[in-house]
Nanobody, 114 residues
Framework: QVQLVESGGGLVQPGGSLRLSCAASASIRSVSLEWHRQAPGKQRELVARVNVGGIINYVGSVKGRFTATRDNAKNTVYLQMNSLQFEDTAVYYC?????????WGQGTQVTVSS
């Protein structure tokens, strides 16, 4: 069982920035990691996927605003979120994508409000 702990969420005004972190309890060197989010009343959606080789894929409206990175030495993945919009309000989750298993963190709330 791998534990994932997200942090860095909070309340921010439109146009502001936040940096989320997700620390894993095991080595992330050989796995892909993903950031997902779930807004109230909506399904959980993929935001970004960081592959083993560092290749990152972003989804939808976050392109050009969000940047995902990984630090294998710290077993941590990050999500830098800039130019935040009201529609980015959601609980953000990181996910460990192994060959046979997937783990989820508990989530961190991001609220964009004026």
């Amino acid at each position: 069982q791998v534990q994932l702990v997200e942090s860095g969420g909070g309340l921010v005004q439109p146009g502001g920035s936040l940096r989320l972190s997700c620390a894993a309890s095991a080595s992330i060197r050989s796995v892909s990691l993903e950031w997902h989010r779930q807004a109230p009343g909506k399904q959980r959606e993929l935001v970004a996927r960081v592959n083993v080789g560092g290749i990152i894929n972003y989804v939808g409206s976050v392109k050009g605003r969000f940047t995902a990175t990984r630090d294998n030495a710290k077993n941590t993945v990050y999500l830098q979120m800039n130019s935040l919009q009201f529609e980015d309000t959601a609980v953000y989750y990181c996910s460990w994508v192994g060959i046979l298993e997937r783990y989820w963190g508990q989530g961190t709330q991001v609220t964009v409000s004026s």
